[in-house]
């Protein structure tokens, strides 16, 4: 009985591509227990392998090749307090820098639509961007 629950142990699909990894000595020295506390650990990481964006490639420069992943999706991690302290911080300077973008491009619509309508806010002062965005 215990042989026969071995063998249907290791015809498992997650066990079975374990152990074609290992070299040959050591296949056969994991007992029943050890293979489904194996399989229990490294079955779990199939769900890391959906992501909505999973983008994986390589290139060569000179003599070197460099590889590069760039993986989004749904996080299913239970996240520590450091994570969710960090998560927040990156999303707050993330928002702080588009804000202060759109708040600078703002500025520079306004100010370009200022000068081609001919309104003057100091006589005789320009900051000279108008005349660089008629130039190009």
């Known amino acids: 009985m215990n042989e026969i629950n071995e063998n249907r142990i290791k015809n498992d699909p997650v066990i079975r591509d374990l152990l074609q990894r290992l ?9 029943p ?3 489904l506390a194996l399989k229990g650990a ?25 590889y590069f ?3 989004a999706g749904r996080e299913r991690r239970r996240l520590t307090r450091r994570d969710i ?17 759109s708040l600078l491009f ?12 001919g309104i003057n806010l ?5 900051f000279g961007i108008w005349q660089w965005f008629n130039e190009n």
């Open 23 to 31: 070299p040959e000595s050591e296949r056969n020295s994991f007992s």
């Open 33 to 35: 227990t050890q293979l």
């Open 42 to 66: 490294l079955g779990s990481r199939r769900l890391w392998n959906r992501h909505a964006i999973d983008l994986r490639g390589g290139f060569s420069v000179w003599r070197w090749r460099y």
């Open 69 to 71: 992943v760039i993986l």
């Open 85 to 101: 302290l960090m998560m927040r911080s990156v999303t707050a300077f993330l928002f702080s820098v588009f804000f202060v973008f």
């Open 106 to 117: 703002g500025l520079l619509v306004l100010y370009l639509i200022k000068s081609a309508l």
């Open 122 to 126: 100091i006589e005789g002062y320009s």
